[in-house]
Each structure stands twice: as structure tokens, then as C-alpha cells.
């Protein structure tokens, strides 16, 4: 056993307003230059849908992410050999049309414009070719349009194998935020020929170097999440950081921080880094997410502890992944989920799948319906989250259906049903951090570079460096 930290994110689905508050702020943090106008390292996408770039879960396609051959592990893109032919073409490479092409708009028209009877029009012009466009495409064009051709597109519910209405008293819709995995196992570090792309020892986070990287873009074409983005003016690699300066300052990402609805908890995983292949190499697809678990150790284990002070890991470290809300989230109360499992790259960032409304054909019969009577169907959600397994996504939607039966009957005065699986304690517990948790209770993170938590530098924060004139303020 050779235990690693990682920080890893959690997001409630349940929560999420598509308000795109965490892709305007990441963008405006991240990549406000020339060559980077195209790149979402976040984004919030409408689920069914194609989502950005288009179409990025049909691996058919796309060859992401790794698959099995002969009981070991291979990049869907080729051996080695295959990749360096394709150094120079690469076939799977997405085009710029597939995530959108940037535009703005001619502004100038609209203040130099001469006397006319007709309002001048601002029209729109490219950010790259700097010419005259027509917009066709973009990063949230799909936006809440869950009964149209785009939705009827999506990849997943062409895998369900039957036909789903999309009817209008049909019509199921979700949010789903993205940003990069961080990866156990990443793809885009095994394709990278010049070795740019690596994990980070101390937290686990996926990062390149801009030094290092020749712009050779296998990154790209090998993850499956389409989550590493080619920058055309610097000719680098660039993707999301996890905005590892905050962290090393002990703040949360950007994106955790401006969250409107709250869906983000952010916090350290303790795993065992000789179980990762293993896990990845799982036969069954369907099964892959029980080996992940396997993989996430128990932070209050004494054993791993001491195999993790071995490995060098600071007490801070380990103080803060014994409070982890993602932990119980993950792996104390199963709640959450990897998205798209089965490209085995074992995703460090995980989903608590929707509870969504009630299907028409159940609205006069019951009040808390059972997971099977949600408008979303189960198979769908089984699809993003676990490979197709619909048991996994029944039990976890059983357990959040529990926790609202146990929280409804104790604020009428009723008694909580017999049979659960936890108990009253456990659902109260669930219900304050998934419904009503603070910031400082969503966000455990150690202390950072300067040796202090993230709340005493939120409380230094616009006090640090300025004294009134004669001290009356």
C-alpha cells in the first residue's frame, strides 16, 4: 500500500442552476488572451445534449481514454508507434468549428455610423480571423433546449438501445458542469510525447509545462473529457489547474468559490496509488466504480496514516482529509459519482447525481415517489455515471429520496420509516451538508504556503495593508 493525497471535488447536480457563474469567472481568470478565446476550462452544459466540443462522449470518434486489450491497458488512440506516425496528422484531432469559433461584435459600426434612417447594426466579427462571421455554434448553444435536434443527438441516449419520448410532457433536463478530472490514471499524460503533462506529487493535480510542451497536441484527442485545449498563438497545451496557487494559499478553486448555487465541495482523498491500475484494468466496465472505491482509503485508518507520513504526506495534509466532505460523500455515505467511468482514466471529480421531478404518468399517485418514477430515467443517469449499471444509480437515489422522507416526517411530527439504511442521525448529517452547509463545511482544505486555513485568510482579506489616518475607522 502507497498512499497519495488528492484533491478532489464533489458537485451536487441537484443544485445547479445553469447560471454559468463558475465558467464566466474560471474564463476571466484563466484564459482572458489571444489564442485562448475558444477555451471553457469550465463549462456548464444542458443535459441531453451534444455538449462542448460537440459531441465529446462518442469515443468511436474521438478514441479517448484508455480500453482493455488482452487484460491490459492501451490508449484508445494507438500504441506507441501509431501515435509518433500520427505526430504531425492526427485524425481525432477536434477542429475549432467542433468547440466554436470566438466572435465579438463591430461596436465601432454602431458609434461611427453616419445619419440614416435605419439603426446600424453591430455584426458579428471573428476574435481569430478578425473577418465577418455567421454564428452557427457555441460553448452553450444547446442551452435548456433538452427537446431539440441537439438533444436528440446526445451520445448517451443513443447507447440506451431503446427509444426515450422527448415529448413535451415528456422532457427531462439537467446541468452538467465540467471542468478536468484530475485523473488517477489521465490519458493525456501517458499520450503527451514530449512528457509536458504530469501529475503533481503533493496534491495530485494535472498540470502542464509550458516549458516543456511542443504543442504536439496527442493531449487533446487522448481525454476522453476533451478537457485539454490547444492554444494557437503560444502553440502550448493549456487546461484547467484546479487553480493550484489558491490552494497551495489554502483557498478553494475559483469555480468552488463563486458557485451561486453551492453545488461544489472541495477536500482531500487518501488512496492507495499500487490499487490504481487495478482499477483500472477491471474487466467490467459496470464494475469499475466499486474498484474506485477500493482505491479511496479511510483517512482515520491508523494504518493508513502511518503508510501515509511514510510517503511523506504533512500533517496538515492528513488533519484535513480526516474532515473531508467529499470523503463521506464519496465513500461514507455513496452519494457520488464518476462521470463516464468506463474510459479508465478514474476521474477525481464526482457527481451527485439529480433527483428530478416527478415522471406525468405517477404525479396523482404519490407524494416522494420511488427512483424509478423520476422524470430523468434511470438508465440515462446510468449512462454519464456508471457505465450503464442502473442498480448504482437506483441505490444512490434511493439514499437522497430517504434523506428527504426522514427530514419531511420529522418536520410534520411523524416518525421515520422502518428499513432504512442509516440511521435518523446519519440523514440529518446528509441533509446539512448537501442542503444547508456553510462555506467553511463544504470546503476542508489544508493550510496553505503561509501556515494559515483558508477562513483566517478570508478574514484578512481586505484588511491586510491599509490603516485609517489617525486610526478612527
Known amino acids: 500500500m502507497k498512499i497519495k493525497a488528492q484533491v478532489s471535488m464533489v458537485m451536487n447536480l441537484d443544485k445547479c442552476i445553469g447560471c454559468h457563474t463558475c465558467s464566466i469567472t474560471c474564463k476571466n481568470v484563466w484564459t482572458n488572451r489571444q489564442g485562448a478565446e475558444y477555451m471553457y476550462f469550465n463549462n456548464v452544459e444542458t443535459k441531453p445534449g451534444t455538449g462542448y466540443p460537440r459531441t465529446w462522449e462518442d469515443q468511436e470518434k474521438w478514441k479517448g481514454g484508455w480500453e482493455l486489450d488482452g487484460g491490459e491497458l492501451k490508449l484508445r488512440t494507438g500504441s506507441k508507434l501509431s501515435r509518433i506516425l500520427k505526430l504531425f496528422y492526427h485524425p481525432e484531432q477536434p477542429e475549432l468549428d467542433d468547440y466554436y469559433e470566438p466572435w465579438t461584435y463591430d461596436y465601432e459600426t454602431l458609434i461611427t455610423s453616419p445619419r440614416r434612417k435605419h439603426q446600424p447594426v453591430a455584426r458579428p466579427r471573428s476574435l481569430i480571423t478578425q473577418r465577418r462571421m455567421e454564428i452557427k455554434w457555441g460553448p452553450n448553444w444547446d442551452d435548456d433546449l433538452a427537446g431539440g435536434d441537439s ?124 490499487a490504481v491500475l487495478d482499477a483500472a484494468k477491471t474487466s467490467d466496465p459496470k464494475m469499475i466504480y466499486l474498484h474506485m472505491l477500493d482505491v479511496i482509503k479511510d483517512p482515520n485508518d491508523p494504518a493508513v496514516i502511518e503508510e501515509a507520513r511514510k510517503s511523506g504526506i504533512s500533517e496538515a495534509v492528513l488533519d484535513a482529509a480526516k474532515i473531508s466532505p467529499v470523503y463521506q460523500i464519496i465513500r461514507g455515505w455513496r452519494l457520488a459519482l464518476p462521470l463516464h467511468p468506463e474510459f479508465r482514466t478514474l476521474p477525481m471529480v464526482w457527481y451527485i447525481p439529480p433527483l428530478s421531478p ?72 446528509m441533509y446539512k451538508l448537501l442542503g444547508i452547509a456553510k462555506y467553511s463545511e463544504r470546503i476542508k482544505l489544508p493550510a496553505g504556503l503561509q501556515g494559515k486555513t483558508h477562513e483566517q485568510l478570508r478574514e484578512l482579506q481586505g484588511s491586510t495593508g491599509y490603516v485609517c489616518p489617525g486610526g478612527y475607522c
Open 151 to 274: 438533444a436528440r443527438a446526445d451520445v448517451n441516449l443513443k447507447n440506451l438501445g431503446h427509444e426515450i419520448a422527448l415529448e413535451f410532457s415528456d422532457i427531462f433536463m439537467k446541468y452538467l458542469p465540467r471542468n478536468c478530472n484530475h485523473c488517477l490514471n489521465p490519458a493525456c499524460v501517458a499520450a503527451c510525447p514530449s512528457g509536458a503533462i504530469y501529475k503533481r506529487e503533493e496534491d495530485g493535480v494535472v498540470l502542464v509545462s509550458q516549458d516543456i510542451c511542443r504543442g504536439w497536441r496527442h493531449c487533446i484527442p487522448s481525454c476522453p473529457y476533451k478537457k485539454v485545449f490547444y492554444n494557437w498563438k503560444t502553440n502550448k497545451a493549456e487546461k484547467c489547474t484546479f487553480c493550484y496557487p489558491r490552494l497551495e494559499n489554502g483557498l478553494p478553486s475559483v469555480c468552488t468559490d463563486t458557485c451561486v448555487g453551492r453545488i461544489r465541495y472541495m477536500g482531500i482523498l487518501l488512496y492507495d496509488m499500487e
Open 358 to 429: 416527478i415522471a406525468k404518468n405517477f404525479e396523482d399517485k404519490v407524494y416522494l415517489p420511488n427512483s424509478e418514477a423520476m422524470r430523468i430515467p434511470v438508465a440515462y443517469l446510468a449512462e454519464l455515471f456508471t457505465a450503464g449499471n442502473t442498480q448504482i444509480i437506483m441505490q444512490v437515489l434511493q439514499r437522497l429520496l430517504d434523506m428527504r422522507t426522514v427530514m419531511r416526517r420529522k418536520e410534520v411530527g411523524e416518525s421515520a420509516p422502518q428499513g432504512l439504511e442509516f440511521d435518523t442521525y446519519e440523514y440529518e448529517k
